[in-house]
């Protein structure tokens, strides 16, 4: 089966791992990267850099783009990003790991990307534009929603509703049945036992 074509869209550290994860899939032939109009360099790994005032036109040379920015805090910029993507007639992929598993029942929305040794169980519900980040764990019954992180190593126990465009840190365990909301940061390392209501910082 020959490769298809594949724009990456950011270059930085979470492109890295992405671009791992594209070698053992063995899916895509990638293309390009897009950067922000100042980068300097003209190649990142080997791979050709467009400006992002190049993405109209890739759009209408290229049908498959994988968003590859990350996201740290209440950054918005992977959000704005899809979105102005959403406008174009292209798909935007998600990429999945061949060494992570996720349920046949689970439900994935465009734009996702999970990493390495991701495990993501039945009846999960996973946002749009979201990052499920290596060796984290999302149990049955709980919902995730768009642009978010879900960092490494995180715990995420039965039914626990997680809002939109949260970040939680590396290496956190929320408990059965927790509800977190809207714009939440979870800093690395914390056990949640109770709720949290949007906007809330919990470090």
Same mark, same amino acid.
């Given at each position: ?33 897009? !950067?922000?109009?100042? &980068? ?9 850099? &467009?400006?992002?005032? !190049? #993405? !109209?036109?890739?759009?209408? +040379?290229?049908?498959? &783009?994988?968003? #590859? ?10 959000? @704005?990003?899809?979105? !102005? ?6 798909? +935007?992929?998600?990429?999945? *790991? ?5 349920? @046949? ?8 990307? +999970? ?14 534009? #979201?990052?499920?980040? *290596? ?14 992180? +879900? *960092? #490494? ?12 465009? @949260? ?32 906007? @809330?910082?919990?470090?």
């Amino acid at each position: 089966m020959s490769k298809k074509d594949l724009i990456l869209v950011g270059g930085g550290g979470h492109c890295n791992a992405c671009l791992d994860v594209l070698g053992l899939l063995n899916l895509y032939n990638v293309v390009g990267i897009i !950067e922000k109009n100042s &980068f300097k360099l003209e190649k990142l790994h080997n791979v050709s850099i &467009f400006k992002d005032q !190049e #993405t !109209e036109k890739l759009s209408k +040379i290229y049908r498959n &783009f994988l968003i #590859t920015i990350g996201k740290i805090g209440k950054s918005k910029i992977r959000e @704005t990003k899809y979105n !102005e993507l959403s406008s174009l007639d292209i798909e +935007i992929v998600s990429l999945i *790991s061949p060494t992570a598993y996720v349920s @046949t029942s689970a439900e994935i929305a465009e734009g996702v990307n +999970i990493m390495h040794q991701a495990l993501i169980n039945i009846n999960v519900k996973i946002g749009k534009n #979201t990052i499920i980040n *290596s060796q984290s764990l999302v149990e049955h019954d709980s919902s995730i929603g768009s642009h978010c992180h +879900i *960092s #490494t190593g995180v715990k995420i126990n039965g039914g626990v509703k997680i809002g939109n465009n @949260t970040f939680i840190g590396s290496g956190t365990v929320v408990h059965e049945g927790i509800t977190i909301g809207n714009n939440v940061i979870v800093g690395a390392g914390s056990i949640i036992d109770r709720n949290l209501s949007n906007d @809330t910082k919990y470090c």
